[in-house]
């Protein structure tokens, strides 16, 4: 998985913008990065990883693997040795003390903040039974003139595509967009939870009937 925040990194990283980075590298709406032919990450060159110093959390926390649940709970894994790798795997040490060597922590309460609204955005989509992606106002994105749009490159929403999204966000306040990555990630938070807080103001709230059916059902049940 490849969250906004991994994705401005990494586009800036390459020295281009989060839409074309979205274009060329991402998969399921812009959910997954994409592999190469051979089933490498498209990153990965004879010299080193293109994107080393803003690789996403998945990449900074191997041979680790980390799940959460739906508590926020998180478990830790570690994965088997891959052909070509040559780190150094040891067991000494603790998992807490890995993870603060590597400097995942930003990347952790990122993901955690990002992942809380996207929740609350699902939740919206069941509550107004909209099936179609849900994207801010003035937020459409477009590719760049010379990017060639790869089949299922366009982002679930565009609220991934941080340039985009902060562009129209900061155009309708009459505001600058923050030139540094955490400034950036942090007012794109801030506009994502504006949005939803504007956007759950509006919903239909769920009907007494339908609450008086789920009691009736509820009563029901042994």
Not at 129 to 152: I, Y
Not at 193 to 204: I, N, S, T, Y
Request: proline share 6%; glycine share 14%.
């Amino acid at each position: 998985m490849a969250g906004p925040h991994e994705i401005l990194g990494m586009s800036r990283q390459l020295g281009i913008g989060t839409t074309e980075f979205l274009t060329l590298y991402s998969a399921n709406g812009g959910t997954t990065l994409r592999n190469g032919a051979d089933g490498r990450c498209l990153f990965v060159t004879p010299s080193g990883c293109r994107v080393h110093p803003s690789r996403p959390l998945v990449c900074r926390l191997y041979p680790l693997g980390r799940a959460t649940d739906a508590a926020g709970g998180e478990r830790f894994a570690m994965f088997p040795a891959q052909d070509g790798c040559r780190a150094a795997v040891g067991t000494d040490g603790t998992i807490a003390d890995f993870i603060e060597s590597q400097g995942v922590e930003p990347y952790l309460e990122w993901s955690r903040r990002y992942g809380a609204l996207y929740g609350r955005m699902l939740g919206l989509l069941e509550r107004l039974g909209v099936e179609a992606r849900l994207d801010p106002p003035g937020a459409a994105t477009e590719a760049g003139a010379d990017a060639a749009p790869a089949a299922g490159a366009e982002p679930l929403s565009s609220w991934q595509d941080i340039d985009a999204s902060l562009a129209a966000y900061c155009r309708a306040r009459g505001i600058a967009v923050p030139a540094g990555i955490g400034e950036a990630i942090e007012l794109h938070l801030r506009a994502m939870g504006e949005w939803l807080d504007d956007l759950e103001a509006r919903a239909p709230a769920a009907s007494l009937g339908d609450a008086e059916d789920d009691d009736d059902k509820g009563a029901g049940r042994t």
